[in-house]
């Protein structure tokens, strides 16, 4: 079993549409939880960062993390064509960096 | 300025060539790190410096060189690489390697090996 998994898509959706995206994990141990998005030729950008169970919101981006289901989730609002990328969801079981371990990522299509 | 500038965006390179990977950053962050990501796949950790000094080498062949000249420089050196290191290598960094409020990624230099 790999220690993050994540369903590689790719999903697409109308303009406008709430996205759900998922990551399901293993390691009980991870504390620290991200999402990255990541257009194509470019590097991961930090979307939101979690630490321990609990929501967050940003604008359109809410994290949710259940960590007695090891899973996590990233839903966007009001989908745009400019969300359209690759999404990875990361993980640590400490506060180092080096310690991150990435989802495969799943590839969104939002179609206008 | 909050980027991570890699140069060069793109670089083809024959097996016996010498090229070097360079990353800048000027947020004043003290880790720094490689990482390579094929086709569809997470980016995989290579290297992390934390101030200056090398920390992390996750089992990298020798064909792979870092090197951070100061705290806001990280150069990959590239010598008789194989068609499978053909990849897109991500630098990033962090405000020290404790920071969890995650990485900052440049857009990476796409390697193409022939």
């Known amino acids: 079993q790999k220690e993050v998994e994540q369903d590689p898509g790719p999903l697409s959706v109308p303009e406008g549409a709430i996205v759900s995206l998922n990551c399901t994990y293993s390691n009980s141990a991870f504390q620290y939880f991200m999402w990255y998005r990541q257009y194509s030729r470019k590097g991961p950008e930090l979307l939101m960062y979690?630490?321990?169970?609990g929501n967050k919101e940003d604008g359109r981006f809410t994290a949710q993390v259940d960590k007695s289901s090891k899973y996590i989730s990233l839903f966007i609002r009001d989908s745009q064509p400019s969300d359209s990328a690759s999404y990875l969801c990361?993980?640590?079981?400490?506060?180092?960096?080096?310690?991150?371990?990435f989802g495969p990522g799943t590839r969104l299509s939002v179609l206008p | 300025d909050t980027e991570v500038t890699q140069t060069p965006k793109h670089l083809v390179m024959g097996m016996t060539n010498k090229k070097s990977l360079k990353c800048e950053q000027h947020?004043?962050?003290?880790?720094m790190y490689w990482y390579k990501q094929k086709a569809k796949k997470p980016p995989e950790l290579m290297f992390v410096?934390?101030?200056?000094?090398?920390?992390i080498n996750e089992s990298v062949p020798s064909r792979f060189s870092p090197e951070c000249p100061n705290s806001s420089l990280l150069n990959l050196h590239l010598h008789a690489l194989q068609p499978e290191d053909s990849a897109l290598y991500l630098c990033?960094?962090?405000?020290?390697?404790?920071?969890?409020?995650?990485?900052?990624f440049g857009s990476g230099t796409r390697l193409t090996v022939v």
């Open positions: 990361a993980m640590s079981r400490d506060n180092y960096g080096q310690n991150f371990v």
């Open positions: 410096y934390s101030y200056e000094k090398l920390s």
């Open positions: 979690t630490y321990s169970s």
């Open positions: 947020m004043g962050h003290r880790a």
């Open positions: 990033a960094s962090s405000q020290d390697p404790s920071a969890g409020s995650g990485y900052t």
